[in-house]
């Protein structure tokens, strides 16, 4: 029987190339700024970050423009408005260095979707912001690889089937690699589709969610060097 | 000879919606603050935060938020970083207020998009933010109207030419419609389709070019109610 697996996407962030630990540092160094005002675990100022950064994704979106607003305001809430107009804008700097971190390619991943593009069609699907995502894919040199690059500001199961009636492809057919279960799983496996989870060291605290092992359209693989075989076991499986 | 114009492209802000006004009130406000530390005529705060917007942009691409960040910028840098932080805060709310402001249908628009569509498919472009474009489509009540809606990063004649090819259809068969001549018709025409221009009364400084009225695929319209008539006469003349 041949595979019923007929289109892959891939995540980028942290499945493709290296992201989150530029956001973690750039937290690192937020904290560092208002720790010159507060005592820095006295306030939580890791968790009211947080909190504000969750009220605001409503109406910012996801990325890095977002997350340095977040920073600001909390910055000014943090220290109840004591902050010098020269650490705010070191705040800003920070945001901007993230916006220009170099694209670094995670181990094997050019290989990886050149293998799974053999056999399937590959597409790239991708959340957060439009122009830092596509200056990222362009960067990457992987923008040839792919069939479609699609940025969507949000990986829930009516943006995936939306994806997928234009990619005129049935969820059964349709498997999504990446490193955020809610994201890139979870959504997928309820459409009917195939997930492929790919942890990596660092999650966003916004997108931790119980992970469900014994799903039988899921596989989980230690890096995109696994996912040929995956792919294939996941089909045998089915057949 | 039946028209050639077989899809309708529309711009969304400021030619279906209102958006242009919620940005000047907005700098309005911000010279107002930044007012309270400088002479806002001696330092030209109208130009110098226009600058820092300038070059910007390649950073952080077109929307609000980027806008925000940048009168943060600008406002610590007029100042010499004596603004104070209760003031900065004033700043980043004004640019959530634009985010939230309401989406306000220009005169006619769902009648003339319902007209075009009797003969035509109809699609939405507009460039900016993901997040906040996706948000006014939808509080619009207009997105049954569009076969697709495509938001992008830049409206240059490389986005156009793969959306073209993404829709199937070739650039003569394209008429664009929209209040920017550099970002809605220029880019169009060049590539062999057709533009229709809806000033608006506002446009931001970033957008201004020359506009040539005399090319044999542009029109102008004084409101979209007139659209419909000048996309024939676009078909007949060419007839």
Do not use: C
């Amino acid at each position: 029987m041949p595979t019923p697996i007929e289109l892959v996407g891939f995540d980028a962030d942290d499945t493709l190339w290296h992201s989150e630990r530029y956001y973690e540092a750039a937290h690192a160094e937020f904290e560092a700024i208002v720790g010159r005002y507060v005592d820095v675990a006295d306030v939580r100022v890791h968790d009211r970050l947080l909190a504000v950064e969750r009220e605001n994704v409503k109406l910012f979106g996801y990325g890095v423009k977002g997350m340095t607003l977040s920073m600001v305001e909390a910055a000014i809430a943090l220290t109840d408005a004591r902050i010098a107009a020269e650490d705010v804008h070191r705040i800003v700097m920070l945001g901007k260095g993230v916006l220009e971190h170099p694209v670094e390619l995670l181990p094997g991943v050019r290989e990886a979707v050149e293998a799974v593009s053999a056999n399937h069609r590959v597409v790239l699907i991708t959340k957060g912001d439009l122009h830092h995502q596509e200056r990222k894919v362009e960067r990457s040199g992987l923008a040839d690889l792919f069939h479609r690059i699609e940025i969507v500001s949000e990986k829930d199961e009516r943006r995936y089937a939306a994806l997928l009636e234009q990619f005129e492809v049935p969820a059964g057919a349709f498997a999504m690699v990446g490193n955020s279960y809610k994201s890139d799983v979870a959504p997928v496996l309820a459409l009917g589709g195939w997930g492929v989870y790919v942890p990596y060291p660092l999650l966003w605290a916004l997108e931790r969610v119980e992970i469900d092992a014994s799903h039988p359209r899921f596989a989980q693989v230690a890096s995109l060097a696994q996912l040929p075989a995956a792919l294939a076991g996941l089909a045998d499986g089915a057949a």
